[in-house]
């Protein structure tokens, strides 16, 4: 089964920026689609993102539109998640999941997801 690692978080001052890596633990990474998920303490996961095999198609959440971007290298395994203009509301433990296949009606469902990471944390505080 493919197992995911998180790497990238960390401490950051509002409207700073942090790229996510998702780093799959092998080439079959390519057949699945990747989303990424936050949980804020207290609160439930949601769907932040989430791309398709080849990349040609990405989603996001109405919060994450316009200042993330995602982005996959097949070649080396990867799946990235560039943020910008960082919130104190995007607070929260960011963790990369795969599926065999999103569109725009399900791709923020946790439910739809069958491997996890263990995440990793962003901050965003002054």
């Known amino acids: 089964q493919l197992q995911l690692v998180e790497s990238g978080g960390g401490l950051v001052q509002p409207g700073g920026s942090l790229t996510l890596t998702c780093t799959g633990s092998d080439r079959t990474m390519s057949s699945y689609a990747i989303g990424w998920f936050r949980q804020a303490p207290g609160k439930e996961r949601e769907g932040v993102s989430a791309i398709n095999l080849n990349g040609q198609r990405t989603f996001y959440s109405r919060s994450a539109k316009g200042r993330f971007t995602i982005s996959r290298d097949n070649a080396k395994n990867t799946v990235f998640l560039q943020m910008n203009d960082l919130r104190p509301e995007d607070t929260g433990s960011y963790s990369c999941?795969?599926?065999?296949?999103?569109?725009?009606?399900?791709?923020?469902?946790?439910?739809?997801?069958?491997?996890w990471g263990q995440g990793t944390q962003v901050t965003v505080s002054s």
């Open positions: 999941a795969s599926t065999s296949w999103v569109d725009g009606s399900v791709w923020y469902l946790v439910d739809v997801f069958d491997s």
